[in-house]
C-alpha cells in the first residue's frame, strides 16, 4: 500500500502504521481526514457513523472482508466506540488495515470504557501549515493565502473571500450544532457563539475566565467547561504560561488561538501570531504522534509585563524562545530577560513578516522573515 500522493508529513509513517495496528486520525473538520485516508487506498471500504444506512452495517458488522482497508469515520458517536472497535481488532485482527477518523478529539476518549492501548497509533491532522505546501506553490502566494483564510483545505485553495465567509458560517454551525450536541447536550448555542466572537477578538491576549463569564452573564466554572468543549471540537486551542512548576502554569490565565486563522478578528500582528501558534503546534503534535517525543507550547510572561509570545519545549527541555512582530525588526528586550532563566541558552527567533533584511544580534537573537522560517520548520530529529 503507497502512501498519499498529496502532500500531508503524516501520510508515509499513517502508512507503515496501518500494517500492525488500528490508527486514529483525529482533527478539525473539515481539515482533510477524509481525503487523506482515501488516498491510501482506492478500494477501501468507507463507512460513516453520520449516515444511517452505514450504522446499520457497523452495529452488524457486516463490511466487507476482502478489502485492504476499512475506514470508519465519525466512530466516536457511537456509544462504547473504543470497546467496540477493540473487540473488531481482538477478535479478527489485520488485515484488513482499520483506519478510524473523527473531527473530535479521540484522545478524549481515554477516559471512557476499554483501553486501547498496545492495539493503536493516533495521530492528529492539521490544516495546511507554510511547511506542507511549499512544494504546491510560491510561498509568498500560501503565506498571504493562509493569514487571509486559513490553512483548511477547501477555502485555501478556493481563494475567495465571499467564499469563505459562506464556508465559516457553515463550518462553525455544523460544529456547534451537529457535533458539540454528540458530545455534550449544550442548550445555549447562541451563548457559545458569543464567546467565540470574544475570543476572536482576544488572539494574543490572556484570557480571564472571570472576565468572559461577566460578559456572558454565566459562572467562570461554565466558562471553563464550555472553553474545553471548544477544544475538544478543534475549534481552539490553549497556550498556558510556562512555570518550572507545570501545576502553578495550568493556574495563570491562559492564551487561546484558533484552528482556522480566518477566524482572527485583529490586526495583521495578531493574524500572524495566530498562524505562527498553529504552525508550532502542528509540529510539536507532529513530534509526538510520529515520533513519540513530548512536545509542549507555552508563553513566557512575568508580573511586569515582559513577555515572549512562545516557548517550544520538547520532552521538557526549552528548545526554542519565539517572538512574532509584523513589522518591528529591533530585537525584543525580554529575550534576554528571559534568558537569565533558563540554566543552558535557549535559541532565540524573532519573526517578522515585513522584514528588510535577516540578520542576528550580538546577544544572539535571530531576526528572520516570517514566511521563510515558517516553510522551513521542522522540530524533528535529525539523523
Known amino acids: 500500500m503507497a502512501a498519499p500522493l498529496l502532500a500531508r508529513s503524516l501520510a508515509p509513517t499513517i502508512c507503515k502504521d496501518l500494517e500492525r495496528k488500528i490508527v486514529l486520525l483525529s482533527g478539525p473538520r473539515q481539515c482533510g481526514k477524509t481525503t487523506l485516508a482515501r488516498e491510501f487506498h482506492s478500494d477501501a471500504a468507507y463507512f460513516n457513523f453520520d449516515v444511517p444506512e452505514d450504522r446499520v452495517v457497523l452495529r452488524r458488522k457486516e463490511w466487507p472482508r476482502d478489502v485492504p482497508l476499512i475506514i470508519f469515520d465519525e466512530l466516536h458517536k457511537m456509544k462504547s466506540w473504543k470497546s467496540w472497535i477493540k473487540g473488531v481488532f481482538d477478535q479478527e485482527g489485520i488485515p484488513p488495515r482499520l483506519l478510524v477518523t473523527g473531527s473530535a478529539r479521540l484522545d478524549i476518549a481515554r477516559k471512557m470504557g476499554d483501553s486501547l492501548a498496545g492495539r493503536h497509533f493516533l495521530f492528529r491532522l492539521h490544516p495546511f501549515t507554510l511547511n506542507e505546501l511549499k512544494s504546491l506553490r510560491p510561498r509568498r502566494e500560501s503565506f498571504a493565502r493562509l493569514l487571509r483564510f486559513g490553512g483548511f483545505p477547501e477555502p485555501f485553495l478556493e481563494n475567495d473571500e465571499t467564499f469563505y465567509r459562506r464556508w465559516r458560517r457553515s463550518h462553525a454551525d455544523i460544529i456547534l450544532r451537529q457535533d458539540l450536541l454528540d458530545l455534550e447536550q449544550v442548550r445555549d448555542i447562541q451563548a457559545l457563539e458569543t464567546l467565540i466572537e470574544l475570543l476572536r477578538t482576544r488572539v494574543g491576549a490572556t484570557v480571564s475566565y472571570q472576565s468572559l ?108 524562545m519565539i517572538e512574532v512582530k509584523w513589522a518591528d525588526d529591533d530585537a525584543a528586550k525580554s529575550f534576554a530577560w528571559f534568558q537569565r532563566s533558563f540554566a543552558r541558552p535557549v535559541p532565540q527567533v524573532q519573526l517578522v513578516a515585513e522584514l528588510r533584511r535577516r540578520r542576528e544580534t550580538p546577544t544572539g537573537v535571530q531576526i528572520t522573515p516570517a514566511d521563510v522560517w515558517l516553510e522551513d520548520l521542522s522540530l524533528t530529529e535529525r539523523p
Do not use: M
Not at 254 to 268: A, H, L, T, W
Not at 270 to 281: D, H, S
Open 213 to 320: 463569564a461577566r460578559d456572558l452573564e454565566r459562572d467562570a466554572t461554565t466558562i471553563k467547561r464550555w472553553l474545553g468543549l471548544l477544544e475538544n471540537l478543534y475549534l481552539v486551542f490553549r497556550v498556558t504560561p510556562w512555570h518550572r512548576n507545570v501545576a502553578r502554569s495550568l493556574l495563570k490565565e491562559p492564551k487561546f488561538y484558533f484552528y482556522d486563522n480566518g477566524q482572527v478578528s485583529g490586526d495583521d500582528g495578531a493574524r500572524l501570531e495566530n498562524l505562527v501558534a498553529c504552525a508550532l503546534l502542528r509540529e510539536l503534535q507532529y513530534v509526538e504522534d510520529v515520533e513519540g517525543r513530548k512536545g509542549a507550547l507555552h508563553f513566557l510572561r512575568t508580573k511586569d509585563g515582559r513577555e515572549i509570545d512562545f516557548l517550544v519545549l520538547i520532552d521538557g527541555k526549552p528548545r526554542l
